[in-house]
């Protein structure tokens, strides 16, 4: 046991042990080979390194090849666990905390250009000029098409106080040069837009640290100044999950009693989060707006709140990442983001490649067509329950515009009436809100 201790991952390595010696299926009529030794996988190990190190060309870095080591044995697991080095793990923990060093811009990162989604407001990128739909061609002039999109992230964050030159375009412009220096960013997770007929819109873009606490201070204020709602669309598209427990409360909040979620490790229920008395938005009619880029943890609340029967979502299937992910440190600030249960809702099935089903679909309106990329079509995901809908392509066709009014699909500045806009399931979203029972249409 002192061995292991010493390294500090030995679970990994039994992990990876167990993965090897678990292909007996595959040797018909023979006996099934014998599991790897933890040990012998050291060796194995050590003994590559020991070959790399003293015959490559050129001497390499130790510390490169332990990290890709460490990405590679976990890689083929599933498409969620990874190694963290400790760039990358300041990086998920900024994404986590909504708290970073950097230039203050939102971008979609797609074929090396990262396209400006939106400038946090009063940020570095906002007061030098960067506006909605500029594309970031370069940083420090390393292009962007020789970076990985988590690399470019990385690049774009940085020390307080230390420079960022961009190299962006503008439509019909030439390319320009611009220099930002790096200050605290603090990206608020939660929107608030006082619709018609006292309909409140609520977008939660992910699930960070304080995000339940947002919510509740959002609306209270809005309570206040014009009385209870009429009825609230809670926007949950485009949002890549985040931290289950802020997640579990903003479910809380608007039921009285139920199950969340439940986790399951190696099929025996881990964990269970169920509502509890004393929501603050129990009541009044809520409409949940998803799409094919709502994942994990927004997921979550969209299954909890359709299956308790306390919303009706509109929309597209969401992606359908049911699994679990657990931050392990490791040594010298690095760690592992480890697949270790999944997630199963109210209904008793697990979201795992499979996602939500709106009770309203909703077309993207798409002016071009091209594939969506779910779970299911990931290499290496992890198989759920059965698609309850076989007539679903896994790849669907139409994935959300994205122009100088819609990012995704989803509405850049939201109007006080929907209806005739752009951003077609909110304003389906909103003819549900603004119904009387006896208009109600049919799913």
């Known amino acids: 046991m002192q061995r292991f201790s010493r390294l500090g991952s030995s679970v990994c390595l039994l992990g990876l ?24 996988v050291l060796d194995r ?17 130790r510390t490169q090849l ?3 080591a460490l990405r590679g044995m976990v890689r083929d697991l599933d498409p969620h666990s990874v190694y963290l080095d400790p760039g990358d793990l300041k990086v998920f923990e900024g994404d986590s905390s909504g708290q970073f060093g950097g230039i203050g811009v939102e971008v979609d990162i797609e074929d090396g250009e990262a ?6 407001p009063d940020s570095p990128a906002d007061r030098a000029g960067i506006r909605v739909g500029e594309v970031i061609l370069a940083l420090n002039g390393t292009p962007l098409a020789e970076l990985k999109p988590e690399e470019v992230i990385r690049k774009m964050r940085g020390e307080v106080g230390s420079k960022l030159t961009l190299t962006v375009r503008t439509k019909g412009e030439r390319p320009r040069a611009v220099t930002l220096i790096r200050e605290h960013i603090r990206v608020s997770s939660v929107r608030l837009a006082a619709l018609r007929e006292r309909v409140v819109y609520l977008r939660i873009r992910s699930f960070q640290e304080g995000t339940h606490r947002e919510l509740t201070d959002a609306l209270a204020s809005y309570r206040r100044e014009n009385g209870r709602e009429a009825a609230l669309i809670l926007d949950l598209r485009n949002n890549p999950g985040g931290l289950v427990r802020e997640a579990t409360a903003v479910a809380d909040e608007f039921l009285s009693r139920g199950l969340i979620f439940e986790t399951r490790h190696r099929d025996q229920v881990e964990t269970s ?14 409409i949940v707006l ?13 299954a909890a709140l359709k299956d308790n029967g306390r919303a009706t979502l509109v929309g597209a299937r969401t992606f359908g990442k049911g699994s679990v992910q657990t931050l392990i440190p490791l040594s010298h600030q690095s760690a592992l983001k480890l697949t270790t249960a999944l997630y199963y809702g109210p209904s008793g ?6 996602g939500v089903l709106p009770d309203y679909p909703v077309e993207s309106g798409a002016a071009r067509a091209r594939l969506v990329v779910r779970e299911q079509n990931l290499t290496g995901h992890l198989e ?4 309850p809908s076989p007539e679903t392509p896994e790849l669907s066709l139409g994935a959300p515009i994205t122009n100088d009014e819609l990012h995704n699909g989803v509405i850049r500045k939201v109007p006080e009436d929907p209806r005739g806009g752009p951003d077609l399931a909110l304003a389906r979203a909103f003819e549900l809100a603004i119904a009387s029972p006896s208009e109600q249409p049919r799913p």
């Open 349 to 354: 099935e697990t979201l795992q490649a499979r």
């Open 384 to 387: 759920g329950s059965p698609d």
């Open 45 to 61: 190990l050590g003994h590559a390194l020991e070959i790399v190190e003293r015959n490559y060309y050129a001497v390499p870095d």
């Open 290 to 302: 998803v799409n094919e880029y709502s994942a994990s943890a927004a997921e979550l609340v969209a």
């Open 66 to 68: 332990t990290a890709g």
């Open 115 to 120: 396209i400006v989604i939106a400038p946090v």
């Open 273 to 286: 989060a169920y509502a509890r008395a004393g929501g603050a938005y129990t009541s009044g009619k809520l």
């Open 17 to 40: 042990a167990l993965k090897l010696g678990a292909t007996g299926s595959a040797y018909a009529g023979e006996a099934p080979p014998r599991p790897l030794d933890p040990y012998e």
